[in-house]
């Protein structure tokens, strides 16, 4: 009688609340409903022309997706330069919404594009900010080098002279053509072993090559692991805009003639070293042993521990032992290489000491946050299995300077989930096998845990340095990650002529490698999002159900949850990265014959192995696996009769491909719901407060029929709608038995 009582007050009070507050409490609302203008990327060989004042949509922000408020047609007009091709693959005008989109020929080979926005559809910031337009030039720049040996003979120990000519392609460099003589040798640990081999480069004078800073020192990395080629490129080209590291080698793609038998595409790329252009400091020397130092992080195996200044690393978390080796300077006098080396072990161990919290200094004192959390982000995004203070981890130390600075992201060719990478960083031996991850999956951290224990300690017992890094996280999903999606476009446009070459070769398929790397990434940034930034959770109901629908959904452990994905509200399953699991949901309806359910689905899992089915009263009526695009499926009920309908993402015992998920949406069913979900008044999909007051103000005559569901609102079936049953959703909201 007291709960009673308490739930009579509550709906008075509620009673109380002006219209305004009711209404927020149904339907999700178009909350701060704005004007969004939009800046289309004209590629390479592209120039666009459009309304600037009218190249906008009104949108509301909602469940982290942008809400159509208007119906608005958009378009532009793209021409084309001497020598480049409209690319229709890889152009992204609204291309999550392909179906509202018309492409026509205009005049002199121009294409116009329009864009039908409907009101209440949804579109993702990512794609809003990603519209460009491409084109493929004929021709990419050309690298000759000639070499005084055959390259079969070439190895990584000795530089060999040579000569090198540069022709530019289709695109101008400011640098313009290059002839000129220098020294090339292999490079690269197991990308050497490959069959399309790296190199590194040695000018005999400063050049500026493809409009990169004048520099002696280049590289060309074949990207043999990568058939997408845009793995390293990305990173470098998107880490241009990070704050908090100073220098990211600057690169351009060449193809590349190795005594005039052609070798396929390469990245030309300057090599990471002390340099006014580069990383800007003064190197050590016997007067001054603070600074400055060019410091890679190694291991054992990739280590010549007879010419290399190593020196110890104060922990021991990775396959192979731990060390650091010294980049630059490189003395010639032997005794005082190890008086460098021995200052720099000793500082080392002090910056351990204060990150790990055994010392009474501040880490603080020894670690710069913004380039320690710009170094994180760039690895997290790449779930790079070699960033996680493994090898090719650069930093620096100034003279006079207790902090150590993160630098020049590099060689990420096995990152991004690609599906050469089939390990991981665990060492049973030591720390880290339990909490170091699968390289493929796009879930879980792989910098952040116990295989690079700095970066760990850091994220996990100091609040200020997490907290800065989900704020940074915050910013660069806003600028970089769109960049990185847009990048993928526009270097998928400038490849795609000379990639056939390149195949034809080498046996590497570009596009299905770039579609492969666009998939997972796109998963990986969801994965992220959910991890760092504060986001409103998506009801699943409101996930799954077609647009109107009122299903409800019942799911398990590993939970389906509302997600983006391609532009859609949909659910994801909840058990990427775990081994034996499975992730379900599950719907009951009573149907008559004839009457439809229909979904649709998306899978990017292992092959064979990995499966996602979909079951009716335990019959199995479609299993799917590996990789697909959106794909509908209907059932259609053979009797009358209750279904239980199961979607079900079930993983075996070991290993992970793609996404490692399957996502579901537009569940629609033909028939009619009947009572629908019991309490819900408004029809929303939910049971909430506002359910219990808008029955109430029906039972009092201040609503009509036509505004709730009768028969959902009628909980005691009683025929009629009273203040009882306006009680009854009110316990059902809060959740009193």
């Known amino acids: 009688?007291?709960?009673?009582?308490?739930?009579?007050?509550?709906?008075?009070?509620?009673?109380?609340?002006?219209?305004?507050?009711?209404?927020?409490?149904?339907?999700?609302?178009?909350?701060?409903?704005?004007?969004?203008?939009?800046?289309?990327?004209?590629?390479?060989?592209?120039?666009?022309?459009?309304?600037?004042?009218?190249?906008?949509?009104?949108?509301?922000?909602?469940?982290?997706?942008?809400?159509?408020?208007?119906?608005?047609?958009?378009?532009?007009?793209?021409?084309?330069?001497?020598?480049?091709?409209?690319?229709?693959?890889?152009?992204?005008?609204?291309?999550?919404?392909?179906?509202?989109?018309?492409?026509?020929?205009?005049?002199?080979?121009?294409?116009?594009?329009?864009?039908?926005?409907?009101r209440g559809e949804f579109l993702s910031a990512d794609e809003l900010a990603c519209v460009g337009v491409y084109a493929s030039p004929e021709q990419l720049p050309q690298l000759c080098i000639d070499a005084d040996l055959p390259f079969s003979q070439i190895d990584k120990e000795a530089w060999v002279t040579a000569s090198f000519t540069l022709t530019l392609g289709t695109k101008q460099f400011a640098s313009g053509d290059f002839e000129g003589t220098g020294s090339i040798k292999g490079r690269g640990n197991t990308s050497w072993g490959q069959p399309k081999k790296p190199y590194s480069i040695k000018l005999d004078s400063k050049k500026s090559l493809l409009d990169i800073p004048k520099t002696k020192k280049y590289a060309i990395v074949a990207s043999y692991s990568d058939p997408s080629f845009i793995r390293n490129y990305m990173t470098y080209k998107a880490g241009l805009m990070l704050s908090g590291i100073g220098y990211v080698p600057k690169c351009e793609f060449v193809e590349v003639y190795l005594n005039g038998s052609y070798n396929g595409i390469y990245l030309l790329v300057e090599r990471v070293d002390i340099e006014s252009n580069k990383i800007d400091i003064e190197e050590a020397s016997a007067d001054e042993l603070t600074g400055g130092y060019l410091i890679e992080k190694d291991v054992q195996d990739k280590i010549d521990f007879s010419s290399d200044l190593w020196f110890n690393c104060p922990y021991w978390a990775n396959q192979g032992k731990d060390y650091f080796v010294l980049k630059t300077p490189e003395p010639d006098d032997a005794a005082l290489a190890d008086q460098m080396r021995q200052y720099l072990e000793a500082y080392m161990q002090r910056v351990h000491n204060a990150i790990m919290g055994t010392s009474g200094a501040s880490y603080t004192q020894y670690v710069d946050v913004d380039s320690w959390i710009d170094f994180m982000i760039v690895q997290e995004l790449a779930k790079n299995v070699d960033g996680n203070m493994k090898t090719s981890c650069y930093m620096f130390k100034q003279a006079q300077d207790d902090k150590l600075y993160f630098t020049a992201p590099w060689d990420f060719d096995l990152a991004y989930g690609n599906p050469e990478t089939t390990w991981n960083n665990a060492d049973y031996q030591h720390n880290d096998y339990y909490d170091c991850p699968n390289a493929q999956s796009p879930s879980d951290f792989m910098v952040i845990n116990s295989s690079a224990p700095w970066f760990d300690k850091l994220y996990d017992d100091r609040e200020e340095f997490r907290t800065a890094l989900m704020e940074r996280y915050a910013q660069y999903r806003r600028s970089l990650v769109p960049a990185m999606f847009s990048i993928m476009d526009a270097q998928g446009a400038y490849l795609s002529a000379a990639a056939p070459r390149d195949e034809a070769l080498w046996h590497r398929y570009f596009h299905s490698g770039l579609a492969s790397l666009r998939g997972w990434f796109n998963s990986r940034v969801a994965w992220l999002d959910g991890e760092w930034l504060e986001t409103e959770p998506i009801d699943l109901d409101f996930a799954l159900n077609a647009e109107g629908g009122s299903l409800h959904f019942e799911t398990s452990a590993h939970p389906f949850t509302g997600t983006v994905?391609?532009?859609?509200?949909?659910?994801?399953?909840?058990?990427?990265?775990?081994?034996?699991?499975?992730?379900?949901?599950?719907?009951?309806?009573?149907?008559?014959?004839?009457?439809?359910?229909?979904?649709?689905?998306?899978?990017?899992?292992?092959?064979?192995?990995?499966?996602?089915?979909?079951?009716?009263?335990?019959?199995?009526?479609?299993?799917?696996?590996?990789?697909?695009?959106?794909?509908?499926?209907?059932?259609?009920?053979?009797?009358?009769?209750?279904?239980?309908?199961?979607?079900?993402?079930?993983?075996?015992?070991?290993?992970?491909?793609?996404s490692d998920c399957v996502w579901l949406d537009e569940i629609a069913y033909s028939g009619d719901t009947g009572a629908g979900l019991l309490g819900d008044a408004d029809d929303n999909g939910t049971v909430n407060v506002s359910d219990a007051l808008l029955a109430m103000r029906f039972s009092m005559g201040i609503v009509g029929e036509d505004d709730l569901n009768l028969n959902n609102a009628d909980i005691d079936a009683s025929g009629s709608v009273t203040m009882g049953d306006a009680v009854g959703i009110l316990r059902i909201a809060l959740g009193i038995d």
Not at 77 to 98: C, I, K, L, P, V
Not at 590 to 618: A, H, P
Not at 646 to 657: E, M, P, V
């Open 1 to 118: 009688m007291k709960k009673l009582r308490f739930l009579c007050a509550v709906l008075a009070a509620l009673l109380l609340l002006p219209a305004a507050s009711v209404a927020l409490a149904q339907a999700p609302p178009s909350r701060g409903a704005a004007e969004y203008p939009i800046t289309p990327i004209a590629g390479d060989g592209v120039e666009l022309s459009y309304d600037e004042s009218a190249f906008s949509l009104v949108l509301a922000p909602m469940y982290g997706m942008l809400r159509i408020e208007q119906n608005k047609t958009i378009s532009l007009t793209a021409s084309f330069g001497e020598g480049w091709t409209y690319n229709e693959q890889y152009t992204n005008f609204f291309r999550d919404h392909s179906e509202r989109v018309s492409v026509s020929n205009g005049a002199n080979g121009e294409k116009v594009f329009t864009f039908t926005a409907v």
């Open 565 to 658: 994905i391609d532009g859609r509200i949909a659910a994801v399953s909840g058990c990427a990265g775990m081994d034996s699991a499975e992730s379900s949901v599950t719907l009951t309806l009573d149907m008559l014959e004839g009457e439809t359910l229909s979904f649709d689905y998306r899978c990017s899992t292992e092959q064979n192995y990995d499966l996602f089915t979909f079951i009716v009263n335990g019959q199995n009526k479609l299993s799917r696996s590996g990789e697909s695009s959106w794909q509908s499926y209907t059932f259609t009920a053979d009797h009358s009769g209750r279904f239980t309908f199961l979607w079900r993402y079930s993983k075996d015992y070991s290993y992970a491909s793609g």
